[in-house]
């Protein structure tokens, strides 16, 4: 793991002393644990991390852990009873005013667990944690273009597993499989495979659904490569799809596009959004965009960086972020065109690779 992680978050940290990751047990288990050690093995449930405000990284774990944590970042701590867990964090703490908990995936118990550990006040830093999290080193980008590839080849190979009378559940499955053939180390989230009338539900779970002839089917999936993400969604046909599917794709592609023109470092985060909100506002679907145009992606799948109308942040060249406009027509059929992008310098690049142009199979 690169040794400038723990302090890159403590030159974020403002007047924090410290900010401590809780481990409770699944799924109260931070992804900011892993992100800080570099830990690839172990389960580090009641684990905890530590960073003071000098940059050092404490690791508290118990001897189940010890060898894996060893093979990471930070001086390891390991404890046999929770009264030495305490002693130790105690210790290390001595002094700070002010301790940061990454309130949003931390367990009530855990933050309790804490404030009887030291005198310091507790806050949320979950700002801190995000805002180092969210630039990119070059051994992350490299596990999510690896992810992104692996969710490309299946992406490529859908239009092949399509045929009439298959179903919703029978195909994400497959893609599933295919993911983990490919050298994916799990799903990013759980595959979504919509057909017909359902594509217009954003969030489908796939189920009996047969396809049907005219239907659209959507697909929205990631895989995992180590512990990173990707996202990618691509919509295709089963014979000739209504009229309005094929303008409503066109429309989408073109509000991707104009999207991802507008992706580029020190760029308000809202643009994208705003540039292809105003394509798809433009045509005959304005209004059926209903979620924002993209999300930061990492170790989770949506991490918070937020490109929607409403977003104050500027990006960064290291986000990585989605770029997924869509129109939704209830009873008809929903249109998704997503792809995984890495905000640069002078622009962006585009880390999933499929065939955007309209698919009939």
Known sequence: ?????????????????????????????????????????????GARAAVLSDGSLHVFVSVLEE?????GAGEVHVYGT?????????????????????????????VEWLKGVTDAAVSDASAV???????KDEAEISEISAACAISSRVASEIPGMLREGVTEAEVASEMDIRMLRYGGSGNAFETIAAFGPASSEPHHR????????????????????????SDLTRTVFLGEPPDVLRRAYDVVLEAQRAGIAR??????????????????????????FIHSFGHGIGMNVHEPVSLSPKSEQILRAGNVVSAEPGVYLPGIGGIRIEDTVLVTEDGCRILTDY???????
């Open 1 to 45: 793991m690169p040794s400038d992680r723990p302090g890159r978050m403590a030159g974020n940290m403002g007047d924090l002393d410290a900010v401590v990751v809780l481990n409770a047990t699944e799924p109260f288990l931070d992804s900011a644990y892993w992100y800080l050690t570099g830990c690839s093995s172990g389960t580090f449930e």
């Open 67 to 71: 060898e894996a944590a060893s093979a």
């Open 82 to 110: 929770d009264r030495e867990r305490k002693e130790m964090m105690a210790e290390v703490l001595r002094g700070a005013r002010r301790v940061g908990v990454n309130y949003p995936c931390a367990a009530y118990g855990s």
């Open 129 to 135: 944690i995000a805002e180092t999290m969210a630039v």
């Open 206 to 229: 796939p189920g009996s659904y047969a396809l049907r002839r005219g239907d659209a089917a959507l697909f929205d999936f990631g895989s995992k490569h180590g512990l990173y993400c």
């Open 263 to 288: 992706i580029r470092a020190g760029a308000p985060a809202k643009d994208a959004d705003l540039a292809a909100r105003a394509v798809i506002d433009a045509s005959e679907f304005k209004g059926r």
């Open 355 to 361: 065939d955007h142009s309209l698919t009939v199979v």
